[in-house]
């Protein structure tokens, strides 16, 4: 289940469209090479631990219920209206509220999504645009790849010292 997974991943993520952008290479081209580059420098590492994308679903999400409160209060206050039309309002305009804040937080995730790529490709060039940036995910990087390679070492050991008792035991 999990290869399938990966499998997806390789060849179907939102990485593919900066390749497209930069190189114009081809949907699936594109995923593969820039999941292989996230795999080959260890950015892998940090886009695994990316949160920024549910970070800007609850900022899309507050600012749909902002905007839904904000017209159902608005429509009880001028209209003095029942339940249902404030109820009717309210959704609506959360819903046009969520879309609107949707697509503004969409560039966003885009903008994410180009520094991985830019920082895979060549690092030094993050580091050109704004050196303080650059040292801050560098440093992100390292802390995730010194704990990845802890938890190897440790899966590792356990997995010796398991194949240790097994053989105790079987003696």
Known sequence: MFHLVETLVRFFNKYAYVQIAVYGKGFNRSARDAWELFQSTGVESLVAYDCSGAVLLMGTLLGGLITGTCAAIWTHIKWEAK?????????TAMLMGMVLVGVAMVVVESAVTSMYICYAEDPLLIHRWDAEFFSQL????HQRLRHRSA????????????VNIQESVSL
């Open 138 to 141: 560098s440093e992100a990087l």
């Open 151 to 162: 938890r190897g070492r440790e899966a590792l050991t356990q997995n010796r010292f398991d």
């Open 83 to 91: 339940n249902e039309r404030m109820l009717m309002v309210g959704s």
